[in-house]
């Protein structure tokens, strides 16, 4: 009996540890699957960071008494626009069409966009969806994050573009 279980166990265990590799290829594949993202994306002229802290400076939408977050994206064009302060208020409109990124600035407000630009690489486990941000593409962590990549641009037009966006000069505002 013995040697019939051996050789069953020596049959079964290739079986099982090919089983076993199946199932961590479909849970790691599963991410992009069912459409969740495993990388975020977060635009800063800021070089050099390695951890993102959070802080209580820009808020998306019309969101009030935001708690002190970091903010990143799943579209790395979307992030590139935020590497740079800018308001709504300034004529400003950033929008997605379909997985396209749409920057559409005042040409007062261009030379800003000139600047280096840096988009940093998350992991997406810590952030969740901020809801009253229209576009759907706004992610928000309220604990540190560390950076996995840098990708460094000569300035916000080449990152925007680079990553399949397009940034629309607006000659009236």
């Known amino acids: 009996m013995t040697k019939i279980l051996s050789k069953l166990n020596r049959t079964i265990a290739p079986i099982r540890n090919k089983w076993a590799a199946f199932a961590f290829l479909f849970f790691c594949s599963s991410s ?5 993202a495993i990388f975020f994306y977060h635009g800063s002229s800021t070089d050099g960071i390695e951890c993102l802290e959070p802080k209580l400076r820009y808020t998306p939408g019309e969101e009030f008494n935001s708690p002190p977050s970091i903010y990143a994206s ?34 007062s407000v261009y030379e800003r966009l000139l600047r280096k630009t840096y988009i940093y690489v998350v992991g997406s486990n810590q952030f969740s969806l901020v809801e009253c941000e229209s576009t759907g593409h706004t992610f928000r962590a309220i604990t540190p994050v560390d950076c996995l990549e840098k990708v460094s641009f000569e300035s916000v037009v080449e990152a925007i573009e680079y990553y399949g966006g397009h940034v629309v000069i607006k000659e009236h505002f």
């Not at 626009?81 to 559409?104: R, T």
């Open 74 to 107: 799943d579209l790395p064009a979307f992030a590139a626009a935020h590497s740079f302060p800018w308001s709504s208020d300034e004529g400003i409109d950033l929008y997605v069409d379909g997985q396209a990124v749409i920057m559409e600035i005042p040409s």
């Open 32 to 36: 992009f699957l069912f459409g969740e």
